[in-house]
């Protein structure tokens, strides 16, 4: 029996990894790699194949979500964890007990504009939002009532 699908908000700074670079990268996927959160690295073990996520640029002027992308293969161990030339390189993760884990995620589309934090913090049906409880937080739940209000805001 299949699980229902789950929707998720994951923050990239534009000028990191945009919903453009996912766009052009090979098969238009790519690993999600470096987060040293815990919670969202918790968030990420408990994604599914074919889970969607809504692209967030982070860090922007404005900030906001840029278009939608889906897991397209569940947790594995985050490499960049193991080299010790990497910024997210952690000297306590080993292969046999790596720390922190990525997925894999495919570019669905771009929005036609961002829809921006204000756009968002506008909509009164979106006030108990993750994304406004924890800002600091790269990888969230998003509840597939909201993930509908967001989709139709987007059009």
Request: glycine share 6%.
């Amino acid at each position: 029996m299949s699980r229902e699908k789950r929707h998720w908000l994951m923050k990239s700074e534009p000028s990191v990894f945009s919903i453009e670079d996912l766009r052009r990268s090979p098969q238009q996927s790519a690993g999600w790699d470096g987060v040293r959160n815990y919670q969202a690295r918790n968030f990420m073990k408990s994604m599914a194949v074919g889970d969607e996520v809504l692209y967030y640029h982070s860090n922007a002027d404005p900030s906001g979500i840029a278009g939608l992308a889906e897991v397209v293969k569940t947790a594995y161990p985050d490499p960049t964890q193991f080299d010790s030339k990497n910024g997210h390189y952690d000297a306590k993760a080993t292969k046999g007990k790596p720390i922190w884990f990525q997925v894999d995620v495919r570019f669905v589309k771009a929005f036609p504009e961002l829809l921006s934090l204000e756009d968002l913090r506008g909509l009164p049906a979106l006030k108990n939002m993750a994304l406004f409880k924890y800002s600091r937080l790269s990888i969230q739940p998003v509840t597939k009532a909201e993930r509908d209000i967001i989709l139709k805001t987007a059009g």
